[in-house]
């Protein structure tokens, strides 16, 4: 994240470029800032199918153990 001083630098910066100059620079940060978003939702969906086989580890998990207490429960 940016400290103060560069975006006082990079505002002062933009407000002496010319139109075409501030257009360009304006198309750049919004690319950047579109990049950035996908990089995160990439990650984000990543994230969820990892907690989502987890769950369902979880489940099989469960699962087993009840089995296995239901067999010795009948074992008995």
Do not use: N, W, Y
């Amino acid at each position: 994240m940016p400290d103060l001083k560069d975006v006082e630098k990079k505002i002062c910066k933009m407000l002496d470029m010319g139109d075409e100059d501030l257009l360009a620079e304006m198309e750049r940060s919004f690319q950047l800032s579109d990049e950035r978003h996908q990089r995160i939702s990439d990650t984000l969906e990543e994230m969820m199918q990892e907690v989502d086989r987890l769950i369902s580890r979880i489940d099989e998990i469960e699962d087993e153990s009840l089995e296995d207490e239901a067999l010795e429960s009948s074992t008995r």
